[in-house]
């Protein structure tokens, strides 16, 4: 030791610029690594569309498909220019969030229900309206856009990553125009339905569809035994018609809209509920359900059975529902989970992502903050919400992870391991750092007039511009304020920001800990607004490094959190706009509000509005009909269909009508589409002068520019 102490005083030079160059050559390998995948399907990709004579714009993997159930269709693929390389949207499209529907090799080999169809034909997913690629070399298994093989403690699962949510296509003359960071068409609800069935199906089978789906899947190489295989076939079958039934809303989403909030809520609420709580539940709901005659004596001496083994126990919080469906009959089952769940009842059209870190408030109700850590909680939130396998359980002493997340020092703590990849969260929102919005092509559209764009342009300053901020797209340096607006004030359906800031639940392992809400902090106590526990266990999960060899997930973890603090441009601030502040009283009053925010790209986002309830531009330019106006007006339709991704470039929307799509319906309990007439009806403002409503001229130069945006 002496002597290397030595040998280190006499050549300390040559070993500080051998620790030099080994760190710099360890940078350049790490960055190398990290940009790897750029290389990957370029290379593949361009050398075969060169070969295909397509030029050098390849297809980033996209298929085509001959005819959807609308009979759209698209028979080449083009993608707009939007600040991404090829390799980034692939990137986009492959890289696991830490999403675990379904076992992997399920996936691959479940077929449509009666019938031999793979379930995941490109023809099949394409109805759903998920985005069918080919094989490349990052997407071995040709998946769609945004399905991923995410591997968890060694098993692989099929998940969701944001571009399925997250990328968008519309269809003009036969040619498909792939927006990336677009709002989906897809209509997630029916897919998951139908998944749930085929899997049912292959479970209750005796006969050859089950029996060629198990030897599929032994042929796979995975599961140990047959048995293996049916054991998951049960569950997962059972999971997932749970997951389906919890979920259910009396208002059906249909194409291009889901209720996220809703459900993540609900995924949080099954994760943290106690023991304590569920038997508490459980007996009131046998009570009312024996005093109303539907429960026979039978019935509760089972279900207390079951009580009495480990169905409930504390320490094995994933898949509670699954649990419970085990010991109890569905009717009672279904009483319970209106106890512990909400309804996700309030649907909203996917957002779109481009300018996101750039914002400093985002989602339609303005709940997440982007500054410090903001844009990871809120990724982590929405990956505990899309099927991340959460392992939160009990465990002896105190934990770094508990302390930084601030449950003190105890002889316990809550432990929030989970599948998911808070590192590659950040690399996503990292990578959505370059993203632009899309420009109306005028090579494949009709061309903008020229004319009305200009006096369209000034209209846009007077109506508009207060809330709706212009930026340059690709300016590096641009910022976008989010432009709250309250309920009452905008005008627009409530049912999305009520459900948000209202939805309470069970706190569960939660209960006793401190969580910022509004003005301050707040202690949980036994029932708490779910936005509360959402935060709270977000927070504990990024709080958690991943489930990988220690010093890689304690270095990559440090890494992650400190990178993102430094390299986030967006600082602490206030909201903008006209909103009633939190208070003690109601610590969530400014989340009853939507968001206003610049529209460049709008014209490839439609449906409008956050419930998707306007389908196109135009359509938001005219008032919603009252019981007051003439019948002879023009106004925004109550009913009309989604689901075609025809482009209609004259009213700026998708095709909304003519063809078997999803009804509409504005009357429905959370589709109105009232509100939002700024230019559609004279309008007193603030300083008492009325701002007139457009007239059907000045509409459609205002329409021509925010073409353009
Ligand atoms: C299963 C579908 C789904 C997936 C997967 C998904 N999202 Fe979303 N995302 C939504 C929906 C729906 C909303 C609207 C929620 C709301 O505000 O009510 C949303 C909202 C957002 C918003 C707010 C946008 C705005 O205009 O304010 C951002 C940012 C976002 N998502 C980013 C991501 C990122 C990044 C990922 C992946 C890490 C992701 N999402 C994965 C469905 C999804
Ligand atoms: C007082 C603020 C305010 C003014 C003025 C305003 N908006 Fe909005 N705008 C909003 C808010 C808030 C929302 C979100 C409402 C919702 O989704 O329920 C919105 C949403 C939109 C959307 C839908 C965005 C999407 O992703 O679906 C479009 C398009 C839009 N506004 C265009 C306009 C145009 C064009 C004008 C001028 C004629 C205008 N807005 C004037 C506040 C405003």
Redo the contacts with the bound molecule.
């Keep these: 030791m002496g002597l290397f102490l030595d040998s280190l005083q006499k050549h300390w030079r040559k070993c500080a610029i051998f620790l030099f160059l080994f760190l710099v050559v360890a940078m350049v390998v790490t960055t190398v690594i990290s940009k790897m995948y750029q290389f990957w399907d370029v290379g593949s990709d361009s050398y075969f569309d060169r070969l295909k004579g397509d030029g050098w714009e390849f297809q980033r993997g996209a298929a085509t498909v001959a005819q959807d159930q609308f009979g759209d269709q698209f028979s080449s693929v083009r993608y707009l220019w939007q600040g991404w390389k090829p390799a980034d949207s692939m990137w986009f499209y492959t890289t696991t969030q830490g999403s675990d529907l379904l076992p992997y090799d399920f996936f691959m080999a479940l077929e449509k229900p009666n019938s031999s169809e793979p379930f995941r034909s490109n023809e099949n997913l394409n109805n759903y309206h998920y985005l069918p690629q080919k094989a490349t070399i990052s997407n071995p298994d040709a998946l769609p856009v945004g399905f991923v093989k995410d591997t968890y403690k060694s098993h692989d699962y099929l998940g969701f990553t944001c571009a399925a949510c997250h990328t968008g296509q519309v269809n003009y003359r036969g040619i498909g125009m792939r927006i990336d960071g677009g709002p989906a068409g897809s209509d997630m609800v029916s897919f998951l339905q139908d998944l749930a069935t085929a899997v049912w199906t292959v479970r209750t089978d005796s006969g050859g569809t089950r029996a060629r789906f198990v030897k599929k899947v032994m042929d796979r190489g995975h599961y140990a035994s047959e048995k293996e295989v049916v054991d998951d076939l049960q569950k997962y079958a059972q999971r997932l018609s749970m997951y389906n039934t919890i979920n259910h809303s009396e208002t059906p989403y249909g194409y291009a809209r889901l209720d996220a909030f809703g459900r993540i809520y609900n995924r949080v609420l099954e994760h943290i509920v106690t023991q304590k709580e569920l038997k508490q539940q459980l007996d009131l709901t046998v009570a009312d359900l024996v005093k109303a005659g539907t429960l026979t004596q039978d019935d509760v001496d089972r279900i207390q059975k079951e009580q009495s083994g480990d169905v409930l126990s504390d320490n094995q919080r994933d898949h509670l529902v699954l649990r419970l469906s085990q010991a109890l009959p569905l009717k009672a089952l279904l009483k319970m989970s209106e106890k512990i769940f909400n309804r996700p009842d309030a649907p909203v059209?996917y957002?779109?992502l481009w300018d996101i870190p750039q914002h400093d408030y985002v989602q339609?109700n303005g709940i997440g903050a982007n500054a410090g850590l903001g844009s990871i909680g809120r990724n982590t939130g929405e990956a505990i919400g899309v099927f991340g396998t959460l392992d939160w359980a009990e465990e002896p002493g105190t934990s770094l992870s508990s302390f930084i997340s601030g449950q003190g020092i105890h002889a316990t703590h809550i432990s929030f391991k989970s599948s998911i990849n808070v590192h590659n969260l950040r690399l996503i929102e990292d990578r959505l750092n370059l993203l632009e919005s899309p420009q109306w092509p005028q090579d494949i559209l009709p061309p903008i007039d020229k004319d009305r764009e200009v006096r369209g342009e000034r209209?846009?300053t007077t109506?508009?511009e207060?809330?709706?901020t212009r930026v340059k797209r690709d300016d590096p340096k641009r910022r976008i304020v989010a432009?709250?607006?309250r309920l009452n004030?905008?005008g627009?359906?409530k049912k999305m920001a009520q459900n948000a800031a209202t939805y309470t639940g069970l706190s569960g392992i939660l209960r006793n800990q401190y969580v910022t809400a509004g003005p301050g902090d707040v202690l949980i106590d036994e029932r708490a607004p779910v936005a509360a526990l959402l935060t709270k266990a977000t927070l504990s999960v990024v709080a958690t490094p991943e489930n990988k060899n220690f010093v890689r997930r304690v270095y990559q973890w440090v890494y992650d959190l400190v990178a993102e603090q430094l390299t986030n441009k967006i600082k602490p601030s206030l909201k903008h706009?006209?909103y009633d502040p939190d208070t003690m009283a109601d610590p969530y009053a400014s989340l009853l509000?939507?968001?206003?925010?610049s529209?460049n790209g709008?014209w490839a986002?439609a449906?409008?509005?956050?419930?998707g309830s306007v389908p196109t531009?135009y359509d938001?330019?005219l008032p919603k009909k009252t019981d007051a106006d003439p019948r002879s007006g023009e106004y925004r339709p109550d009913e009309f269909r989604v689901g075609s991704r025809e482009f209609d470039p004259v009213k700026v929307g998708l095709k909304s009508s003519g063809y078997e799509g999803f009804t509409f319906d504005t009357r429905r309990a959370g589709n109105s589409n009232a509100?939002?007439e700024?230019?559609a009806r004279d309008r007193k403002l603030p300083n008492g002068d009325t701002e007139k409503a457009?007239t059907k001229d000045q509409r459609n130069d205002?329409l021509e520019y925010?073409k353009s945006l």
């Design positions: 059209s957002p779109f339609w209209l846009f109506y508009c207060s809330c709706h432009h709250m607006s004030d905008v627009t359906d706009g006209d509000a939507y968001k206003g925010r529209l709008i986002t449906p409008y509005l956050h419930n531009l938001l330019l509100g939002h700024y230019g457009l205002l925010l």
